[in-house]
């Protein structure tokens, strides 16, 4: 390239306008751009047996009135990318996004080896977007994170030879240059990196990642007229286009050919370049595409078939009890790291006490682990013919692991014990002061489990400086200066020693030694460190979030942030909430008896009082400035006012929690099943059963696009949008 722009610079008249130097890959960086996909791109539904996969397709050949042609294919585990091509000329390469938007990802694509930036051949279309799948191969996988772990020995270097710390300068190398988990994350996270904002070692690493993505084209999107007949014609196209294609494809006359190809990868998955997460079977011949058309999600002539997942045999080399922010004592395996799904798993867990005997497994059992859902790690059980007579059975131990409380059910009938001791058991306050601080509460970024711990657990001084998170918003530096924690291993949880001295390895997060200036000016002895000052700022600017957050930064049973969101709206304040009886909490929609009995039982603990008390004196603001009162709220209306909307699946921009209270927001009932009362379902990924009972009861299904434009503008928005769909 250097050459080429040498060359140019000397003889500007050989540089014509299709030189490489004046691509889009040597322009400013228009990263996260938002790209309108010219036609939507659609998700897959799932399938995860082989009667179901053989039940679609017959069902699909209902559909088309005959017996079809098949083609499979590996269903790639990467990130889906839209290449938009104007007379042969790619203009744009974006991301799936919500399937209409999606995020421009141009600059770096056109980096990725074989994205060809003009096709090859001839007879190119006006305009045509090529569907593909962007990953890592596994060899270029192992390699990238080699590359991670020498530079991050280079950090460690650099770092030691200025006299850091070896624990401050272990974090800043794993932050800076972390171990990638798996290829899928580490193909859509190189994909979307912003290079021109790099330098150095991070350059260095950016440039291996970009280097290590690969493409194989799948598919397309818009194409006015294509000049072939079938899905294994377009992929010979693209080829001679110059584009790759997966050489992992095959046509089918039968179902038996599909589910023979199924079989087939199921015992060589791992023989591929590339980690696979199942099966495509798509109809071949494009007219009958068209033919049995599409849900609003998805079509009706392609489905994924989903290998089980994938089990492996690891050590089972103990079984932990910790105590969470409920009391809740929850026994979880610890392993011999193992790789599963992409991923290495150390941790499962085991649930409780009956679990741990139902699936018969002893500590130092070989076990089966696998991922449910390819996502949460589980043990099946032991492998019992490779015992050797060391194992041991796990008790389940009878005190707190904390504090010693004896443990118990909740209430008669309860299979989790639980510690009993709520105020003061360490455990606990430590769960409820991170929660405090977590997204779906007061959003406090510098208030996480380390911090947590500091507060409630310090090993100086012996008194915590909270032992309730009634006094979080009385913190002062003064408090937070003296404190030091025990140093613990990422990994396992247990406490770090001194490889020379045999002492605890101990730090101190919120101080710091004066600098040689201060010095000068006489300052001595310990200061804040920025991390004091940084999480007294969130403090002070969390008093004044919103209501709701209060209510579930609280941790009361069963409040959540769409229950937390309604009695807010309804109640305007804290005090409201509180004074009001049970029968009007429970009128409040998303509310109900249960959360009713919650709120009461909670109130009338004296402790839990103080919080309250506490939190206002502070300053926490506990009301919704210039709310007129109770039952206001219904009066306000919005512009989802009397309608009802399901959330479903994931849904781009939300999280689930999100999208109901974005509902209730709006003035609409987040309701949790479909109804013949339910106006509009929004169906994400993963919809499941309630997308089936909205097509069968004929309600309008929403995807993640047109679910924002209903809670922003309200129906007459989407109407007006698509005038037949209503």
């Known amino acids: 390239m250097r050459r080429l722009e040498e060359l140019e610079r000397f003889h500007p008249e050989l540089q014509g306008q299709d030189s490489p130097t004046l691509t889009v890959g040597a322009a400013q960086s228009s990263m996260f751009a938002p790209v309108e996909h010219a036609e939507r791109m659609l998700s897959l539904d799932n399938v995860f047996s082989l009667d179901e996969l053989r039940e679609w397709c017959l069902k699909a050949e209902a559909?088309?009135?005959?017996?079809?042609?098949?083609?499979?294919?590996?269903?790639?585990?990467?990130?889906?990318?839209?290449?938009?091509?104007?007379?042969?000329?790619?203009?744009s390469a974006a991301t799936r996004g919500d399937g209409r938007v999606g995020e421009d990802v141009t600059?770096?694509?056109?980096?990725?080896?074989?994205?060809?930036?003009?096709?090859?051949?001839?007879?190119?279309?006006?305009?045509?977007?090529?569907?593909?799948?962007?990953?890592?191969?596994?060899?270029?996988?192992?390699?990238?994170?080699?590359?991670?772990?020498?530079l991050r020995d280079r950090v460690l270097d650099e770092a030691r030879a200025k006299g850091v710390d070896d624990e401050k300068a272990t974090r800043s190398a794993l932050r800076r240059f972390p171990a990638f988990a798996n290829p899928r994350n580490a193909a859509s996270g190189g994909l979307r990196q912003q290079l021109d904002k790099k330098s150095g070692m991070e350059l260095e690493a950016g440039r291996a990642r970009l280097e290590s993505l690969r493409l194989f084209v799948h598919g397309i999107g818009a194409w006015q007229h294509p000049p072939v007949a079938s899905q294994s014609e377009v992929y010979a196209l693209l080829a001679e286009w110059g584009l790759p294609t997966s050489p992992y494809f095959r046509t089918s006359d039968d179902v038996e050919g599909v589910l023979d190809f199924v079989a087939h990868y199921g015992e060589h998955r791992h023989d591929v370049e590339h980690e696979i997460d199942g099966i495509v079977v798509k109809v071949d011949e494009l007219a009958l595409h068209d033919e049995l058309g599409a849900t609003s999600r998805a079509p009706r002539w392609a489905i994924a078939y989903k290998y089980p997942p994938e089990q492996v045999n690891t050590?089972?080399?103990?079984?932990?009890?910790?105590?969470?922010?409920?009391?809740?004592?929850?026994?979880?395996?610890?392993?011999?790291?193992?790789?599963?799904?992409?991923?290495?798993?150390?941790?499962?867990?085991?649930?409780?006490?009956?679990?741990?005997?139902?699936?018969?497994?002893?500590?130092?059992?070989?076990?089966?682990?696998?991922?449910?859902?390819?996502?949460?790690?589980?043990?099946?059980?032991?492998?019992?013919?490779?015992?050797?007579?060391?194992?041991?059975?796990?008790?389940?131990?009878?005190?707190?692991?904390?504090?010693?409380?004896?443990?118990?059910?909740?209430?008669?009938?309860?299979?989790?014990?639980?510690?009993?001791?709520?105020?003061?058991?360490?455990?606990?306050?430590?769960?409820?002061?991170?929660?405090?601080?977590?997204?779906?509460?007061?959003?406090?970024?510098?208030?996480?489990?380390?911090?947590?711990?500091?507060?409630?657990?310090?090993?100086?001084?012996?008194?915590?400086?909270?032992?309730?998170?009634?006094g979080l918003f009385d913190l002062t530096l003064d408090q937070l200066v003296p404190i030091e924690v025990v140093v613990r291993d990422a990994e396992t949880g247990e406490q770090k020693v001194d490889e020379k001295t045999g002492e605890l390895v101990r730090r101190a997060p919120f101080r710091r030694n004066p600098s040689a200036a201060e010095k000068k000016e006489g300052l001595e002895g310990p200061q804040p460190s920025a991390q004091a000052v940084t999480l007294l700022d969130e403090l002070e600017k969390a008093k004044t979030k919103d209501l709701w957050r209060f209510l579930v930064a609280l941790n009361i049973r069963h409040v959540g942030p769409v229950a937390a969101r309604a009695l807010a709206q309804w109640f305007g304040s804290l005090e409201a909430v509180f004074a009001a009886s049970r029968d009007d909490l429970a009128a409040v929609e998303g509310v109900g008896?249960?959360?009713?009995?919650?709120?009461?039982?909670?109130?009338?603990?004296?402790?839990?009082?103080?919080?309250?008390?506490?939190?206002?004196?502070?300053?926490?603001?506990?009301?919704?400035?210039g709310h007129p009162g109770p039952g206001a709220a219904a009066a306000a209306g919005g512009v989802l006012d009397g309608l009802t909307v399901v959330a479903t699946g994931s849904l781009e921009g939300y999280t689930r929690d999100g999208a109901q209270e974005a509902i209730i927001s709006a003035g609409g009932r987040a309701a949790s099943s479909v109804s013949k009362k339910t106006d509009f379902v929004a169906a994400g990924p993963g919809a499941g059963s309630k997308l089936a009972k909205a097509e069968?009861?004929?309600?309008?299904?929403?995807?993640?696009?047109?679910?924002?434009?209903?809670?922003?503008?309200?129906?007459?928005?989407?109407?007006a949008l698509d005038p037949d769909a209503g």
């Open 63 to 91: 559909g088309a009135g005959r017996r079809v042609r098949w083609l499979t294919e590996l269903k790639i585990d990467g990130l889906a990318i839209s290449l938009r091509y104007e007379n042969g000329v790619l203009t």
């Open 107 to 150: 600059e770096n694509a056109v980096r990725v080896a074989g994205i060809p930036q003009r096709l090859s051949g001839t007879g190119h279309p006006a305009l045509v977007e090529v569907r593909g799948e962007v990953f890592i191969p596994v060899a270029a996988f192992d390699e990238l994170n080699a590359l991670q772990s020498r």
């Open 315 to 470: 050590k089972l080399l103990d079984i932990v009890v910790s105590v969470g922010r409920t009391g809740r004592a929850t026994p979880f395996a610890v392993m011999a790291p193992a790789r599963v799904a992409g991923s290495v798993v150390r941790q499962a867990t085991l649930h409780n006490q009956d679990v741990v005997k139902a699936k018969g497994v002893l500590i130092g059992d070989t076990v089966v682990l696998r991922k449910a859902g390819d996502v949460i790690p589980e043990v099946l059980g032991p492998v019992v013919e490779l015992r050797d007579g060391t194992e041991r059975a796990f008790v389940m131990p009878a005190e707190c692991p904390e504090c010693g409380a004896p443990l118990a059910p909740a209430k008669e009938g309860d299979i989790d014990l639980r510690c009993p001791n709520t105020r003061s058991c360490p455990a606990q306050v430590r769960g409820r002061v991170e929660h405090i601080g977590s997204r779906g509460a007061l959003d406090i970024e510098a208030l996480g489990e380390v911090t947590a711990s500091a507060l409630t657990q310090p090993e100086v001084p012996e008194t915590p400086p909270l032992d309730t998170e009634a």
């Open 593 to 625: 008896g249960i959360i009713a009995d919650s709120l009461g039982e909670w109130y009338e603990v004296d402790w839990h009082r103080e919080i309250v008390d506490r939190w206002r004196a502070a300053g926490a603001r506990l009301e919704i400035p």
């Open 696 to 719: 069968e009861l004929g309600i309008r299904i929403l995807d993640a696009a047109q679910f924002r434009i209903l809670i922003e503008q309200g129906p007459a928005a989407l109407d």
